[in-house]
């Protein structure tokens, strides 16, 4: 399978890479310079699936990135991990707001539904976090509108995916998904040593994108 990989900037892109490659991935890493990338286009249409990584500061601090997660959301599929996570709920009318403690090499138990990337694992699954930021749910139209610059304004109409919380810690959510849309993130970091089942999370990933088609989606 060949993976797309948005670089952030962050110190774990590379680790990230290598569990991709550990289970079997093709990865191209493409930098996020901070402006649009020209031969995106081209390098989507080449992968099979892509990943949008951590990184500093907030969802709006890059426009271009939330432009290509709206413009390739639900035709190849996406995981997103941490600030990924956040944009991907953003493009998608979701909030981003403070997480009630600043998490940053720290290690939570969370809940979830068993499904997804969750499937076969144990509830109380130690997670690995570096955020201080969390989403929270909110639908409504008009956050897609200021959050999407005027670039993609003729696309301002169109209704956002709905996603589903598959974990949460302590209320906050921790994960979210729609298969339907091959849609898959999480707020924390599966290749950090303190997520030990985060290896079998990235597998689950890349067989779920395998078997993802963005045919069988809803109109």
Not at 61 to 71: E, F, G, Q, S, V
Not at 163 to 182: F, H, I, K, P, T
């Amino acid at each position: 399978m060949r993976v797309l990989f948005i670089d952030n900037l962050d110190s774990f892109t590379f680790n990230l890479v290598h569990c991709l490659e550990v289970g079997g991935a093709r990865v191209e890493v493409l930098r996020n310079e901070g402006e649009d990338w020209p031969g995106l286009s081209e390098k989507m249409a080449m992968c099979d699936a892509w990943a949008v990584g951590p990184g500093p500061g907030r969802p709006q601090d890059y426009p271009h990135l939330l432009r290509a997660i709206k413009t390739y959301l639900g035709k190849k599929p996406l995981l997103g991990i941490c600030l990924g996570h956040q944009a991907i709920a953003q493009v998608c009318c979701w909030d981003i707001v403070h997480a009630h403690f600043p998490m940053h090499g720290k290690p939570s138990l969370i809940e979830h539904n068993g499904q997804g990337l969750f499937e076969n694992l144990p509830q109380n699954l130690q997670v690995g976090r570096y955020h201080s930021l969390v989403v929270t749910e909110k639908q409504t139209v008009s956050t897609i509108e200021a959050t999407i610059p005027p670039k993609t304004a003729e696309n301002s109409a169109e209704r956002p995916i709905a996603l589903q919380v598959d974990a949460r810690c302590e209320g906050e959510v921790m994960a979210l998904s729609n298969s339907a849309y091959g849609v898959w993130a999480v707020q924390f970091h599966p290749e950090s040593v303190l997520t030990p089942d985060g290896q079998s999370m990235i597998e689950k990933w890349l067989a779920l994108a395998m078997n993802f088609r963005a045919t069988e989606r809803p109109v």
